[in-house]
């Protein structure tokens, strides 16, 4: 957390004083039917004309192709991305397609091409054996890849961060995350929402040092049988409920659990960051983002127990950038990092290595569960998918 996060409003006006006439070109990958075009991740550089323009798009089904060239408004389009990039040359990819299965190809692809930037869907990759390759595919060609992790790029966080180090909420304890938990809930929704939850953990607590998981299917522990192939090319995947326990580098612990359809649908969507003196609430996808409780959440007859909402300017008070939000939702600040990381040669807010640490997460709960819910040491020995052993 000891970057700067980025604020549209003063980016751009930095650039415009700069004199800057040049917009960064950039070229799009979609796949319709195969996961289409992510959250956004094609019409999110519309919305930054003065700082990108897209010059080409992507797309392998006919139809798809055609309605994303006229839904952005361009003459190019390929239904072969190495042949888009090849010829066009864009200085940032944007990879959409929510299905992971071709993920790595994409990502070779343009750090092959030279490009400067990718901007990639979550989740990253199907094992991580190919977020390793990735990984060093893009350090060896110095493509900086950015992953779109919303919640990461929301500047209430380094509030957060501020708040806690001040003591806000006394000692802190622990971190407690819960999934959506509609009927994706167990391992689907630990591996497509949880990947947000694990970023903002590992944001707060540093890099996870091991992992003890439970997986469950009905009410009993999972088994092999359970085993069945996941959605989007997530690979095999197990039980209904989820119950997971991560150390971090900075020595506190932080828990994950996911029930499948358990309640009211993403009432728990978040993670509650636990003190001796108050509860901090990060809502993924929501505004506000973060809120205070006072008093120790342990005594309940203590404290207002009344919500109060933080904003970037602090606990109950006005946000001074009402935009701030809708900023983050359509990836706006995300794009503006990514672009600032290019020319300062950094890397981005939520770095391709940041979400191979959110994959060591994921893994690590279905490593653990395999050994009968014992410890395993993060990062894993072996880089390929933890369940295929039951396959």
């Known amino acids: 957390m000891n970057r700067r996060h980025f604020i549209l409003s003063a980016t ?3 650039v415009a ?16 039917g195969r996961g289409n075009y992510g959250h956004g991740l094609d019409t999110m550089w519309q919305r930054l004309p003065e700082l990108f323009e897209v010059v ?3 797309d392998g089904a006919p139809t798809g192709l055609a309605d994303a060239k006229k839904r952005l408004g361009i003459e190019k389009g390929y239904s072969d991305y190495t042949h888009m990039l090849a010829e066009v040359k864009p200085e940032i990819v944007a990879i959409g397609p929510r299905h992971i299965d071709q993920h790595r190809d994409m990502i070779v692809a343009a750090s092959k091409a030279g490009l400067r930037g990718i901007y990639i869907e979550k989740p990253f990759c199907r094992t991580l054996a190919e977020a390793d390759e990735v990984t060093a595919a893009c350090s060896q060609s110095n493509t900086k890849l950015a992953v779109a992790h919303r919640n990461r790029y929301q500047p209430v966080l380094a509030t957060v961060k501020k708040l806690i180090d001040a003591g ?32 903002v953990m590992h944001t707060l607590g540093g890099k996870p040092l091991s992992c003890s998981a439970s997986i469950y299917q009905g009410g009993s522990l999972a088994t092999k049988e359970h085993l069945k192939p996941g959605a989007e090319g997530l690979g095999p995947l197990l ?8 150390r971090f580098e900075n020595g506190l612990c932080g828990r994950f659990t996911s029930i499948r359809s358990a309640g009211e649908k993403s009432a728990g969507f978040g993670v509650h960051i636990v003190g001796t003196k108050g509860l901090i609430d990060l809502r993924m996808d929501t505004n506000p983002t ?10 309940p007859s203590k404290g207002t127990k009344e919500w109060i909402p933080i904003s970037t300017a602090g606990v109950g008070k006005p946000e001074p950038d009402p935009t701030i939000f809708a900023q983050v939702n359509d990836h706006r600040i995300a794009a503006i990092d990514l672009l600032e990381a290019i020319k300062a040669n950094r890397q981005p807010l939520c770095s391709g290595e940041d979400a191979r640490i959110v994959m060591e997460m994921t893994f ?3 490593a653990s569960h395999v050994a009968n819910g014992s ?17």
């Open 12 to 14: 751009t006006a930095a």
């Open 17 to 32: 004083a700069q004199g800057a006439t040049q917009r960064t070109r950039v070229a799009i990958i979609g796949h319709t």
């Open 56 to 58: 080409a798009v992507a």
């Open 168 to 199: 806000e909420i006394g000692r802190v304890l622990e971190y407690r995350a819960r999934g959506k938990e509609d009927q994706r809930g167990g391992s689907e929704d630990m591996w497509v929402l949880g990947s947000h939850l694990f970023n």
């Open 239 to 246: 039980g209904d409920e989820i119950h997971a326990q991560f």
């Open 290 to 299: 973060a809120q205070l409780l006072p008093g120790n959440p342990s005594s």
């Open 364 to 366: 690590g709960v279905f």
């Open 375 to 391: 410890l395993v040491s993060l990062p894993l020995r072996s880089r390929s998918h933890p369940l295929e052993i039951w396959q």
